[in-house]
Nanobody, 125 residues
Framework: QVRLVESGGGLVQDGDSLRLSCAVSVRTFSLYGMGWFRQAPGKEREFVAAISRSGISTDYADSVKGRFTISRDNAKNTVYLQMNSLKLEDTAVYYC??????????????????WGQGTQVTVSS
């Protein structure tokens, strides 16, 4: 029902910036809350950021707050993650996730139903 494809990952240096994109194939994108997660080798997948259906409400993990910005363009069926001041510990596979929600302002850190395949972000010194 819902297909998500991440892009924009790559190899960057400590302090650099990247913008990840997630293209969502679904009939009505505006009905879905969106989130970004990441998973480093040998570690659990962790929450990074979330955005409500309309884009008004956002939530961030403490580790990225002030450095990362999540946004969405409902006309383009796309969600973004702008990553600034990247650190070595940001190295991970980044996943886009979607959830069908009735609450227009809901932002969740878990419980997502649909996931992309991920895009690799590697930060080197």
């Amino acid at each position: 029902q819902v297909r998500l494809v991440e892009s924009g990952g790559g190899l960057v240096q400590d302090g650099d910036s990247l913008r990840l994109s997630c293209a969502v194939s679904v009939r009505t994108f505006s009905l879905y809350g969106m989130g970004w997660f990441r998973q480093a080798p040998g570690k659990e997948r962790e929450f990074v950021a979330a955005i409500s259906r309309s884009g008004i409400s956002t939530d961030y993990a403490d580790s990225v707050k002030g450095r990362f910005t999540i946004s969405r363009d409902n006309a383009k069926n796309t969600v973004y993650l702008q990553m600034n001041s990247l650190k070595l510990e940001d190295t991970a596979v980044y996943y886009c996730a979607a959830e069908y929600v009735r609450d227009t302002t809901a932002v969740r850190r878990s419980g997502y139903d649909y996931w992309g395949q991920g895009t690799q972000v590697t930060v080197s010194s």
